[in-house]
């Protein structure tokens, strides 16, 4: 039995190298390209994912800012966080996205990036966002205070579901797993919940891939 439930997130190094870590590199073996392989059912799969998320995005970008290429990005962090997810349910294996420095790393340099290009770009159109339509003249000060003060939090706001909503599956999951005992006459109805429960947190970890790379991509479009 664990000492703390929170264990299972410490990552553990060898000669002071965090080697679990390593872990967000499976990605790149596990996404099939067409010069590795030939082409599988996973690699069809894969590719008609890809064609199905890029045109999801499509939709959701601006035709102000949608240029060829855009869409690129958010496939990108969708499959990444995806399979990030997918094999931190597995035995033995680190839950990278389960922790905030993984995902400020990808939140705050992305919205970094958008806001100074926007800001240098379509400045006029960024003030204008600043005040809302209709707001009295009074208000306007802290109007603008509380639509910077939203901008700021944003990235961090993304960051801390994607993390929270793992920490809490995991918990969950570890919590069950103690629970289970071979010699319980219900220990059928235990395998049984624990089954069910990660079948559940196999869609979490999709869902909140997509959750996180659309929200993305419609704070980027709302400010064009």
Known sequence: MMMSLFSMFDPTSVMKIPFNWLIMLISLILIPLNIWKFNSRFSLISSKLTETMNKEFISLFSKNILVKGSTFLPTS??????????????????????????????????????????????????????????????????????????????????????????????????????????????WVIVLLIQIVFLSFELMVAMIQSYVFSVLMALYSSEMS
């Open 77 to 186: 962090l969708f499959l990444f966080i995806m399979m990030n997810n997918l094999t931190s349910n597995f035995p033995y294996t680190f839950c990278s996205s389960a922790h905030l420095v993984f995902s400020l790393t990808l939140s705050i340099p992305i919205w970094t990036s958008l806001m100074l290009f926007y800001w240098l770009t379509i400045t006029k159109s960024m003030l204008a966002h600043l005040v809302p339509t209709g707001t009295p003249m009074v208000l306007m000060p802290l109007m603008v205070m509380i639509e910077l003060t939203s901008n700021f939090i944003r990235p961090m706001a993304l960051a801390v579901r994607l993390t929270a909503n793992l920490i809490a599956g995991h918990l969950l999951m570890a919590l069950l797993g103690n629970t289970f005992n071979p010699s319980s006459i219900f």
